[in-house]
C-alpha cells in the first residue's frame, strides 16, 4: 500500500468541504499535467484537451531529452516579467524545490542533481517525466482527449462550452506558447486570452541562439569556450550564423527584447575572462619573444583553440605585412589583447521560435489573481505556465514555474 505523503495528507484533509467541478483544461504540457492531478486527487472531473498526438510534447524536447525538472536554487532573481515579478514569490513558495521533489517521488521519479543545481529525472530521460505525470492523472481519474484541438470556447449561463458540445464549469488555459511550433507551439492560448479581453505582451523568444552579421564565422564555426559575455559566464558556442551555448542562453532575452526596437545589437565576448588584461599584456609580449619565427596566424595557438587564432588576427587589424610574431610591437599586442577581452558580434536576429521552447511575453499577470490563477476580467477561467508573461533563466527554472502555477491553481480552487 502506498504511504501517502504531506501533499497527499493536506490535500485529502482540504477535500472534505469542497464542492466539486466539472473542469476543463486545454494544454497536457507541464502545468496542466500537474494541475488535472491534484484536481483529480479533490474528486474534480478533470478532461484535457491535447491537440498533438501525445501528453507532454514540448517535455520531451527539454534540456536535450533529459528533463530539465528544477533547480535547488529557486529564487525571484532567475525570473522574468513585464509586470512585478514579485507577484510570483508566494507561488514559487507554495510548490518551493522541497515540494517538487516530494511530488515526483510521490509519482516513482528520482531526482539527481548537477553542480550548479540543475535538477533531472535519474533515468536521464525525459520520458520518465512525461510517462510518470501521464500514469498518475489517468490512475486518478483524469480523462485525455489526444488530436483534439479546441477551436471555440462559449460563456453563456456560468457555463463554457467547447467546440459546440462539451459543458464545463470551470476552464484552465495551459496552451504554452507559440515557441516550438513543431511540437505544437501556437497562438491559441493568446487567442483564447483576447477573446475574454485580456491583454497580450507582444511574445518574443527567449532562451534561444543569436544570429550575426560578422564576417568569417565559418572560421571559428564549432568552437565552443568558457567564456564572459554581458557579465554572463559559461559555454559560449561559435557557430557559422552566430552565437549558441549556455551564457548567450542566458543573456538572450534581454537581446532578443532590444531586437524588437532596434536593428542590431552589439555584444562583447570575454575569451579568456580568467586572465586580466595586464597579465595577457605580459604573457604576449613574452610569447613574441620566445616564439618570434611564429607565423602571425599560428602564434596563438596554445592559447586559444587554433581556429580563433587567426580570426583574433584578423579582427585586431593587425597589417598583412606583419607575418610573424617578432615583427609585433607593444601596440599591436595592446590590440589583439582588447580583441580577446572585448571580442564584438553584431547581432541582427535570433533563432526566433523555430527551435526554442520558450518565449517571453504572453498574458499580462495584471489580469490574473495569482493566489488562485483565475482571471481578474472572466469568471471561472484560468491561465498556468508558459502562457503568462512570466519566463526564466536557464537551469530548470521555467518548467519549476509551470508545476509551481499548475500546483497554486489546484490547491486555492473554490
Known amino acids: 500500500m502506498r504511504i501517502k505523503n504531506t501533499l497527499q495528507t493536506s490535500q485529502l484533509n482540504n477535500n472534505k468541504n469542497k464542492k466539486q467541478y466539472n473542469i476543463a483544461i486545454i494544454g497536457a504540457g507541464a502545468s496542466g499535467l500537474l494541475a488535472s492531478i491534484f484536481l483529480a486527487k479533490q474528486n474534480h472531473h478533470v478532461t484535457i484537451f491535447e491537440k498533438n498526438n501525445k501528453v507532454g510534447k514540448k517535455l520531451l524536447a527539454t534540456g536535450n531529452g533529459r ?8 529564487s525571484l532573481n532567475n525570473f522574468y516579467s513585464h509586470s512585478n515579478i ?29 553542480d550548479v543545481g540543475r535538477v533531472y529525472p535519474m533515468s536521464q530521460n525525459s520520458s520518465s517525466i512525461v510517462d510518470s ?34 459543458k464545463f464549469d470551470k476552464l484552465i488555459i495551459a496552451t504554452g506558447s507559440m515557441a516550438m511550433p513543431k511540437l505544437g507551439g501556437d497562438m491559441s492560448g493568446y487567442n483564447f486570452a483576447k477573446q475574454f479581453h485580456h491583454h497580450i505582451i507582444d511574445p518574443f523568444a527567449s532562451l534561444v541562439q543569436l544570429i550575426s552579421d560578422n564576417k568569417n564565422l565559418d572560421m571559428i564555426s564549432g568552437v565552443k569556450i568558457d567564456g564572459v559575455v554581458e557579465n554572463k559566464q559559461g559555454d559560449i558556442l561559435f557557430t557559422n550564423y552566430g552565437l549558441s551555448g549556455s551564457a548567450i542562453l542566458d543573456i538572450s532575452r534581454e537581446i532578443s527584447y532590444k531586437l524588437q526596437h532596434e536593428k542590431s545589437v552589439r555584444v562583447t565576448v570575454d575569451l579568456l575572462p580568467t586572465f586580466s588584461k595586464n597579465k595577457l599584456v605580459d604573457m604576449l609580449l613574452h610569447r613574441a619573444k620566445t616564439l618570434e619565427n611564429r607565423d602571425i596566424y599560428h602564434w596563438l595557438d596554445g592559447i586559444v583553440n587554433k581556429k580563433l587564432s587567426r580570426y583574433i588576427i584578423i579582427a585586431s587589424k593587425i597589417p598583412d605585412n606583419i607575418k610573424s610574431a617578432k615583427f609585433l610591437n607593444r601596440k599591436d599586442i595592446l590590440k589583439i589583447v582588447h580583441t580577446i577581452k572585448n571580442l564584438e558580434f553584431n547581432i541582427i536576429d535570433t533563432t526566433r521560435f523555430e527551435t526554442r521552447e520558450l518565449c517571453a511575453g504572453c498574458v499580462t499577470l495584471d489580469d490574473i489573481i495569482l493566489h488562485t490563477m483565475e482571471s ?3 469568471k471561472n477561467l484560468y ?23 499548475g500546483y497554486t491553481l489546484a490547491q486555492n480552487l473554490r
Open 133 to 166: 505525470l501521464e500514469y498518475e492523472a489517468l490512475q486518478n481519474g483524469v480523462i485525455i482527449h489526444l488530436n483534439t484541438n479546441v477551436e471555440n470556447i462559449e460563456y453563456n449561463n456560468h457555463i463554457y462550452t467547447l467546440n459546440g458540445d462539451k
Open 67 to 74: 528533463c530539465n525538472v528544477t533547480n535547488e536554487n529557486i
Open 86 to 114: 514579485t507577484q510570483i514569490k508566494p507561488i514559487l513558495e507554495n510548490f518551493n524545490y522541497k515540494k517538487c521533489k516530494e511530488f515526483f517521488n510521490t509519482i516513482g521519479v528520482e531526482f539527481v542533481n548537477n
Open 376 to 378: 481578474k476580467l472572466q
Open 383 to 405: 491561465f498556468i505556465g508558459e502562457v503568462l508573461d512570466v519566463d526564466g533563466d536557464c537551469g530548470g527554472y521555467n518548467l519549476h514555474f509551470a508545476w509551481a502555477s
